[in-house]
């Protein structure tokens, strides 16, 4: 998409919906949470940014914490578009978070302030040597119940979104929340550091149980602030408006 | 047709051929010919314009469509249901197991029920794309008015800037004034397709 001037280059996630609610897309370079609790298709839409980004050559990192990534790819959604070939041809790649633990020796179950950065590092070299301009971490609260403190976890947050920035590289930290929390985030921690949050909420209505999606703060664009609906399918992640009329929620 | 007319399918489907792309049409009908309505609009669309045609049934299940359909000989291979009844009737075990069918749990997802449009739309290969909703009173039994007409001008805008065909069927006896502006408000064509003939 070209861009006016003055306005910052745009990561288009390829996901319709999503990019019209952002005026284009996710600002390039930006750190983004999208947060949520489980079962709203946090994974899913992460998973498909990155595959539109390795289906237009832009290639993409997927840092698997909770999941192993075999498994992730046989649960997934069955996209229509998704090529094997990504994956093959190294656009795609997917690296598990507990084996890069175990390579750096971080075996305790909390990461030291010197382990951090070290992690931080490894991350940032991996993404630097695949010339990685997407990368998604799913999930970073699995990650901060390793770091423990508030300073930690800020510090982590912070290095890891300056690290990727600085190569021009899109991120998307998973977040996950309680069903019950009003909160972005688990710790408290992580809301206040990205640029950008989305929000993905399972909303009950009259006993019907919507999976919705909202755009919180994303900074360098405009955006809408409004609730939308969406639908995970085989031609990927759709989106319509809440409808609002009659509703008293 | 005029209101009281008797019902003609030829002059239904005459009418019906002369509508242009993108429009959104407003056909009502009166209980008695619902299944002559039904076969001579998708004999037309789906056959003979071979048409994917995304049927949104909240009357009957798509079961019961289909079943009627074959009965006719009609073609229904092009014929893709959204059928937001089947599930609220517990009885979505056999439509589940149907490619051309996709199921909302619930007359009251109007959401859900556009995101399964918008699916189905996505993925034909087809040039043209009609779209049915039967019935807008049906619809109107689960959602008050005020969603309903939200979902109505949210839904014809969207199938309208994809130039798709929205066909909104109504049943006279069942309709209000209410529904009736609703209706008209989206729509740019009102068809009545008359009383069941002699």
Redesign the interface.
């Known amino acids: 998409m070209p861009q006016k001037s003055g306005e910052r280059e745009r990561c288009v996630t390829g996901i319709e919906g999503l990019d019209t609610i952002l005026y284009g897309g996710i600002p390039r370079a930006n750190t983004i949470l999208l947060t949520g609790s489980c079962g709203t298709g946090k994974t899913s839409l992460a998973l498909e940014f990155l595959i539109h980004g390795a289906m237009k050559n832009e290639n993409s990192l997927f840092v698997s914490v909770t999941e192993n990534s075999e498994k992730l790819l046989t649960n997934i959604i069955p996209y229509?578009f998704f090529d094997k070939g990504l994956i093959k041809s190294g656009r795609l790649v997917f690296v598990d978070l507990p084996i890069m633990y175990e390579r750096l020796g971080m075996t305790k179950p909390e990461l030291s302030m010197e382990e951090i950065d070290l992690l931080v590092a490894a991350i940032g070299s991996l993404a630097k040597e695949l010339g990685a301009k997407r990368l998604v971490v799913d999930s970073i609260t699995s990650v901060c119940y390793k770091l423990k403190t508030s300073e930690k976890i800020r510090d982590f947050i912070l290095n890891l979104g300056k690290v990727l920035s600085d190569q021009n590289c899109t991120s998307v930290l998973v977040g996950e929340v309680p069903a019950t929390s009003t909160a972005y985030s688990s710790f408290g921690v992580e809301e206040a550091l990205p640029d950008g949050i989305i929000l993905m909420a399972n909303m009950e209505?009259?006993g019907?149980l919507?999976r919705t999606l909202q755009v919180i703060k994303m900074r360098g664009t405009m955006h809408s602030r409004a609730k939308y609906?969406?639908?995970l399918?085989?031609?990927g992640v759709?989106?319509?408006?809440?409808?609002?009329?009659?509703?008293t929620g | 047709m005029s209101p009281g007319e008797a019902f003609n399918a030829q002059k239904l489907a005459s009418e019906l051929s002369e509508m242009p792309p993108a429009s959104a049409i407003s056909l009502q009908m009166s209980v008695d010919n619902y299944l002559d309505v039904i076969r001579g609009m998708l004999d037309l669309y789906a056959n003979r314009k071979e048409m994917d045609t995304i049927y949104v049934t909240a009357t009957i299940s798509s079961e019961a469509i289909k079943r009627v359909l074959e009965a006719l000989d009609i073609d229904t291979s092009r014929i893709y249901f959204v059928d937001c009844i089947s599930h609220i009737m517990m009885g979505a075990t056999s439509a589940q197991l149907d490619e051309h069918t996709t199921l909302v749990e619930s007359p009251t997802m109007l959401e859900n029920l556009m995101l399964k449009v918008e699916y189905l739309i996505r993925r034909s290969e087809s040039k043209d794309k009609l779209v049915v909703l039967d019935s807008i009173n049906s619809l109107a039994i689960h959602n008050n008015n005020w969603i309903l007409s939200e979902f109505l001008h949210i839904l014809v805008s969207g199938l309208r800037s994809r130039e798709a065909y929205t066909v909104i069927l109504s049943v006279e006896e069942h309709s209000t004034p209410e529904i009736n502006n609703m209706v008209n408000l989206v729509c740019d064509h009102v068809i009545n397709a008359g009383k069941q003939g002699e």
């Open positions: 229509r209505r009259r019907d919507l609906v969406l639908d399918t085989p031609m759709l989106l319509v408006p809440l409808l609002k009329g009659g509703s």
